[in-house]
Each structure stands twice: as structure tokens, then as C-alpha cells.
């Protein structure tokens, strides 16, 4: 089973991906890093079923805007259906890589239990790069630390080789690319990066 299969296979199952009750403070821990969103324009490229797109609609409040992107058929249709209600927020179908952005528009790109999926991070950094408006944030968040989740991935045929690397080796390749990285967090029960264009 390729990457593709495995998510798609996925997004066929009874709330993928949900986030499970002993998730719930990490998720809380995630909104606090993040600070007040009320306004805000965020890009959430991989959002799978969207279970943090919907706690992003509410973050950011009918003021903000949500545009929430992934490469799956399936997941973006579970995604629609689970933030119908927040004309604010809308879901589309793309590869992050790819993703025709506005260029300095957005305020946040929260790449969320999505960075070892993808095909090319280098491209899709520069996209994000020129999509971020002046002073805004890149954010690389996963509910593991980047040991954690890749034991995790070992386990999943599809998946198996998408690796996470460490905090201290993505904040590198960042501050390489151009990057001014302002907090890393690679704990057992946390990943967060956050990065602005320097
Ligand atoms: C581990 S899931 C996480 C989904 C969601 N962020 C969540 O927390 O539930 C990774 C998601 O990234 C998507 N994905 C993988 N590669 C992608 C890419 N290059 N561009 C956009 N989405 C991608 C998959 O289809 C999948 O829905």
C-alpha cells in the first residue's frame, strides 16, 4: 500500500484520524502556544477529516477565515462535512507543494500532523514563504514528539518511511532556508515549531 492508499483507505472509516480524549490537553496545550487566533487568516495544508479545522473555525471566529487543504479526495469531503456549518472556513482539494496561495495573506500556515507526509518540504516551504503576510507564523505541530511518531509510522504499511525530523534538525534546515525559528518542542507528547520569514 502506497502513502495515497493508506490515506484514502482511511478516510473511508468512521471518524479518521479523531482525536482521542487523553489528546484533549495536548490539543488545549496547542491553542495556548498558539495565542489568540480571533481575526486571524490561517492555512491549514493536510487537514485530513479536519478534527483541528473545526476547533480552528471557533479559534479563529466568523471574523478569521480557515482555508483548509489536502491531497486526499475523501478526507476533504469529511473535512467539508465537519465545518459545514462555518461559512468562514472552506476545504479544498491539493497537494500542499502546490497550493496556489495568495501571496502575503496569511497570518498562520499550521502544518499539523501533516510534515512527514510530505512529498517535497522544501517547496512547500518556499510556498509558504511567500504566502505568509509580514510577521506571520509557520507553525509545524504534531501530538507526538518526532522519536514517538516515527515508531508510529514504522508500524503503518503506506506510511511507514514518512519520517519527522527531530526538532533541532528542522529548526536548522529552517534557519537555512531563511527561516527565524522562535520556538522548538520535540517532547514524548509534543512537537512544536514555529517559524517566521527572517
Ligand atoms: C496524518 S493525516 C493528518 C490529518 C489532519 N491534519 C489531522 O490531524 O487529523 C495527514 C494528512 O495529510 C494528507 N497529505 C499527505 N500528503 C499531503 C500533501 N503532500 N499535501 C496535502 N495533504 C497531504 C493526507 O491525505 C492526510 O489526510
Not at 502544518?111 to 510577521?135: K, S, T, V, W
Request: aromatic fraction near 6%; charged fraction near 30%; proline fraction near 6%.
Amino acid at each position: 500500500m502506497d502513502r495515497q492508499a493508506f490515506f484514502e483507505t482511511l478516510a473511508a472509516e468512521n471518524d479518521p484520524l479523531a482525536f482521542k480524549p487523553e489528546h484533549e490537553p495536548r490539543i488545549e496545550r496547542l491553542r495556548l502556544r498558539l495565542g489568540d487566533l480571533r481575526g486571524k487568516r490561517v492555512f491549514e495544508p493536510g487537514c485530513g477529516a479536519g478534527p483541528l479545522t473545526a476547533r480552528l473555525a471557533e479559534w479563529v471566529g466568523a471574523a478569521g477565515r480557515v482555508l483548509a487543504l489536502d491531497a486526499c479526495p475523501g478526507m476533504v469531503a469529511r473535512c467539508e462535512q465537519a465545518v459545514a456549518e462555518h461559512a468562514h472556513v472552506s476545504a479544498i482539494r491539493g497537494r500542499a507543494e502546490d497550493a496556489e496561495l495568495e501571496p502575503a495573506a496569511w497570518d498562520l500556515i499550521l502544518c499539523f500532523r501533516l510534515y512527514p507526509h510530505l512529498d517535497d518540504a522544501a517547496a512547500f516551504l518556499r510556498r509558504c514563504a511567500q504566502a505568509l503576510a509580514p510577521g506571520g507564523e509557520l507553525v509545524v505541530a504534531n501530538l507526538e514528539g518526532s522519536r514517538e511518531l516515527n515508531a508510529m509510522h514504522a508500524r503503518h504499511a503506506g506510511v511507514q518511511d514518512d519520517a519527522m525530523p527531530a526538532g533541532t534538525e528542522l529548526a536548522h534546515e529552517l534557519r537555512a532556508a531563511g527561516w527565524t525559528v522562535t520556538d522548538v518542542v520535540d517532547e514524548p507528547e509534543e512537537f512544536f515549531l514555529r517559524a517566521r520569514r527572517a
